[in-house]
């Protein structure tokens, strides 16, 4: 298995826990507590919604995207900071670190502009 592809694995296989088990799994969408110490920070995009439209993080924490639009319709999306900082197009699904500095980042998907969400770092 090449290092790409055991990446790629290792990611379904985060985000796969992080659906199945996530604390949020009936209360709401993954992610929308705020994160522990140990928990992977996923944001869910379904139905051109970004889920939860604010997640904190630690500086430079890596965050996890899953789309199910891109899973079930094969609908592409972005994470695309207004700034920016950071960009993915998770297809279904992508990763990226979230920025050092302490502040709010405000990020929006780059082919459909009214889709809108803020990544808090704190
Ligand atoms: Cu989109």
């Not at 826990?17 to 140990?38: C, D, F, K, L, Q």
């Not at 889920?51 to 899953?66: K, M």
């Not at 920025?99 to 889709?115: D, E, L, R, T």
């Amino acid at each position: 298995m090449s290092p790409r592809r055991l990446f790629a694995s290792a990611v379904v296989s985060l985000a796969l826990i992080a659906v199945s088990t996530g604390p949020a799994a009936e209360a709401g969408p993954i992610g929308a507590t705020n994160s522990g110490r140990h928990q992977i920070p996923v944001i869910r995009i379904s139905q051109y919604t970004y889920h939860p439209q604010r997640l904190t993080v630690r500086p430079q924490q890596p965050v996890v995207v899953v789309s199910f639009d891109y899973i079930l319709h094969s609908i592409p999306h972005t994470v695309t900071s207004n700034d920016g900082l950071f960009s993915v197009r998770p297809r279904p699904l992508a990763i990226f670190r979230a920025p050092k500095a302490v502040g709010q980042y405000g990020y929006h998907c780059q082919i459909h502009s009214w889709m809108t969400g803020v990544l808090i770092v704190s």
